[in-house]
């Protein structure tokens, strides 16, 4: 499989509990991006990585949410104590270096309930 | 930030007949607009983008058409068919921000038969 992998397809959890998503992005893509989309509601961007450096973040990214991609290759969303307020799909997306949007590839999401 | 607006949300049109979903963006330095397709339940799926530097961009029954004067772009399908029934997203990014999207509040687009 040549996409963009995100693993669990599903997640529910209980609010206060922390969970980790997973996204493996396309091999020869350098860049890699997290979106949170919620019901109705376009993608809304929250982080990025160039390699394995996390180069810009978004205010909806709060202190509770932090992400890593330590060799540059998959990386990882944890959110620690969830609130019912982060329920929604959490989308992975890569991409090549220069190429703007050209080879923007969404991964098939995470679906979080925190009950 | 860049914002985009997109009208209308929800749009129903019989099969054959054409579907147009405009959008609006704030940011001046935006120079990329992609039109993303999103079927229920899976992944936004790239269908047509343009740069800023073209007015109008085509392939096959699908179009899209930039006016940076007035900061509006469009995407227009022709002949429309039950598996055009989605839900499409449009979105700007510019150089400046490495690529990042700012999509629109999407269209319900459904093609009655």
């Known amino acids: 499989d040549t996409g963009v992998s995100q693993d669990p397809r599903h997640k529910i959890t209980k609010r206060g509990q922390n969970v980790t998503f997973r996204c493996d992005p396309i091999s020869e893509h350098n860049r890699l991006y997290w979106y949170r989309q919620t019901l109705g509601q376009g993608p809304e961007f929250l982080t990025y990585f160039q390699n394995e450096a996390q180069l810009e973040k978004s205010r909806l990214l709060s202190d509770r949410f932090s992400a890593e991609r330590p060799k540059g290759s998959f990386s990882t969303l944890e959110i620690q104590r969830t609130e019912q307020g982060d329920s929604a799909m959490y989308l992975c997306?890569?991409?090549?270096?220069?190429?703007?949007?050209?080879?923007?590839?969404f991964g098939s999401g995470t679906r979080l309930t925190v009950v | 930030g860049e914002n985009v607006e997109q009208h209308p949300s929800t749009l129903s049109v019989q099969e054959g007949d054409s579907a147009v979903i405009k959008c609006t963006y704030s940011?001046?330095?935006?120079?990329?607009f992609p039109w993303y397709k999103q079927e229920l339940g899976k992944r936004p799926q790239l269908i047509i983008d343009?740069?800023?530097?073209?007015g109008e961009k085509k392939d096959q029954r699908i179009a899209v058409t930039l006016n940076k004067t007035a900061k509006h772009f469009s995407l227009h399908i022709t002949e429309t068919q039950p598996e055009d029934s989605a839900v499409y997203f449009c979105a700007a990014s510019s150089t400046g921000t490495a690529s990042k999207l700012t999509f629109g509040t999407g269209t319900r687009l459904q093609v009655t038969l």
């Open positions: 940011d001046s330095a935006s120079n990329y």
């Open positions: 997306a890569s991409s090549r270096l220069g190429s703007q949007g050209d080879g923007y590839t």
């Open positions: 343009i740069r800023s530097n073209v």
